[in-house]
């Protein structure tokens, strides 16, 4: 059995009415991309190309968004819902968790390989995965009773019990102390994992609904975990310091998000599904507001996002026939780089810094004399 921790009461938080959302840009690049190959997640390889993870269709997508080039690879077996998640493993290769499959997947970019193994007992089981720091992966329970572990050293799959099922959770987040957080979706609990000694433990919602809360979280700087809202009319935040949540107001709705991604300037970004808007959430100040997009609303745009090396995020594509990308605007990526250069320039001055050197043109007498004391310089150096 579960074991249940409590949560403080937390109540709902105002946010301002606006943020910054004019500081990003948003663009597509058109790869035709057909609608029955729709897409469900996207891994960055460490060569800079971006895995698609195939929800529905027989291929796997391979984008790189340095040349634009998109291409399609594999010969999949069709199923409905196939994969919900993608995870980069230490050795190289993809493992995409299974949904309505019973096969765990496996990608091998520098082959464009393709496998299978045995999975979970059942079908419509799990809702993303989550790199542990032992390497593992831990599959986030949706419509099934466990939460599974794969571990690519051995190629093999566990699990151990979870929740009740019924769409439980969608998405998790490695925290900072090793847990992982389960979002959640249709539960009425927080979902927690701790890989060691591999328990699962729930932590109630005070005030819950009963549909499609939330899909998928992001890692703050602070340490805390943004839930995206999906039909939720909060933005949850999560502090794995002491197990509680607080909420800040806003108004998606009807599906509006599907995941986030940290930007660069540590603000959030909301991916749309079905809504005709970006999301930009603000932790630092509370804010949310929204970029308008060049699409009909109900329509599923994007399944989440792919934070680049240099700062884009990567839109992957559900119903569109495009790929999305958000930058920060010239302007803001000037400040950026203003801003990274006069750190680099301050952390190059402490190293060079020597209180023997400086003293020769920088101290008085006085000064010189007290550092000596301390044995830091010469009291005797002179210019």
Known sequence: M???????????????????????????????IQRNYYYRSGVLLADGRIVFVPGTGTTIGLFNPDTNEFSQVGNLSNAFHKYSGGVLLRDGRVVFVPDNKRKIGLFNPATNAFSTIAGPTCF????????????????????????????????????????????????????????????????QTIGIFN??????????????????????????????????PCEAKTIMI????????????CAPGSDGYYDGVLLSDGRVAFVP???????????????????AAPWPAKRSMYNGGVPLRDG???????????IGILALSEEQARRRAHARTEAVKAELVAAAWHPTRMSRWCLDEDERRELAEMGLCDATATA
């Open 195 to 228: 890989p060691d000694g591999d328990e699962y433990y729930e932590i109630p919602l005070t005030s819950p609904e009963l549909f499609m809360l939330y899909s998928g979280g992001v890692l703050l700087p602070d340490g805390r975990v943004a839930f995206v």
């Open 312 to 322: 884009r995020v990567v839109l992957v594509p559900r119903e569109s026939h495009e």
């Open 124 to 187: 419509g089981g799990y809702s993303g995965g989550v790199l542990l720091n032992d390497g593992r992966v831990v599959f986030v329970p949706s419509n099934t009773r466990t939460v599974g572990i794969f571990n690519p050293a051995t190629d093999t799959y566990s699990e151990i019990a979870g929740p009740s099922g019924g769409a439980a959770y969608s998405g998790g987040v490695l925290l900072g102390d090793g847990r992982v957080v389960f979002v959640p979706y249709c539960a």
């Open 273 to 291: 599904n079905r809504g005709n808007a970006i999301g930009v959430f603000n932790p630092a100040t509370g804010s949310h507001s929204e970029i």
């Open 238 to 249: 999560f502090n794995p310091a002491t197990d509680s949540y607080d909420e800040i107001a």
């Open 2 to 32: 579960a074991a249940i921790r409590e949560s403080p009461t937390a109540g709902p938080r105002a946010a301002p009415d606006s943020c910054d959302a004019e500081t990003l840009t948003y663009t597509t690049v058109d790869v035709n």
